[in-house]
T-cell receptor
Framework: GAGVSQTPSNKVTEKGKYVELRCDPI?????LYWYRQSLGQGPEFLIY????????DSGLPNDRFFAVRPEGSVSTLKIQRTERGDSAVYLC?????????????FGPGTRLTVL | DAKTTQPNSMESNEEEPVHLPCNHS???????IHWYRQLPSQGPEYVIH???SNVNNRMASLAIAEDRKSSTLILHRATLRDAAVYYC???????????????FGEGTQLTVNP
């Protein structure tokens, strides 16, 4: 079946601009996660959705970052007033229930470059 | 979150076994040990997980020390496609939300020589 998809695959923007990154999880998965990966580092957790609600947003670095999942399926990560330090690969993952033994399935990521 | 320690890099030859170690000396009794790997330019993918007993699946085996302070991921016959960064991750079975997320370290970069 279809895996997790993310669009766009690459996004180049200028400092100060607003960007939206989209994630389509595996159909039927109630849990959705966003991670950010800087070059040479492991992915860093940002936010976890259970259904439509954010169950854990403790990883969002500041209030410029916001994510939504209005219908419990597709999610959008929104970054306002982008800074050069926001440049990274943004990864989305989904899992069936969010349980600690659940496998997380990752998308290919969106590479964000802020000039 | 309990911390894991892995070597930065390891090298292997194709078709030979590979043993990837992970130390987690502060592991709690409810922490599950998970392994994910990340191939170049891809998102991470699940490899295996366990709690106390050794585990086998089609991809790998997981050997867990009796005191659970360390574990080893075993690839029985490495192929070129196994070249990736391997992450050892602890997930807390008691924490409903924080146990759900994955806390990645820097992992071990595995190089497989033909």
């Amino acid at each position: 079946g279809a895996g997790v998809s993310q669009t766009p695959s690459n996004k180049v923007t200028e400092k100060g601009k607003y960007v939206e990154l989209r994630c389509d999880p595996i159909s039927g998965h109630t849990a959705l996660y966003w991670y950010r990966q800087s070059l040479g580092q492991g992915p860093e957790f940002l936010i976890y959705f259970q259904g439509t609600g954010a169950a854990d947003d403790s990883g969002l670095p500041n209030d410029r970052f916001f994510a939504v999942r209005p219908e419990g399926s597709v999610s959008t990560l929104k970054i306002q007033r982008t800074e050069r330090g926001d440049s990274a690969v943004y990864l989305c993952a989904s899992s069936l229930t969010g349980a600690y033994t659940d496998t997380q399935y990752f998308g290919p990521g969106t590479r964000l470059t802020v000039l | 979150d309990a911390k894991t320690t892995q070597p930065n890099s390891m090298e292997s030859n194709e078709e030979e076994p590979v043993h990837l170690p992970c130390n987690h000396s502060t592991i709690s009794g409810t922490d599950y040990i998970h392994w994910y790997r990340q191939l170049p330019s891809q998102g991470p993918e699940y490899v295996i997980h366990g709690l106390t007993s050794n585990v086998n699946n089609r991809m790998a085996s997981l050997a867990i020390a009796e005191d659970r302070k360390s574990s080893t991921l075993i690839l029985h016959r490495a192929t070129l496609r196994d070249a990736a960064v391997y992450y050892c991750i602890l997930r807390d079975g008691l924490e409903e939300t924080s146990g759900s997320r994955l806390t990645f370290g820097e992992g071990t970069q595995l190089t497989v020589n033909p």
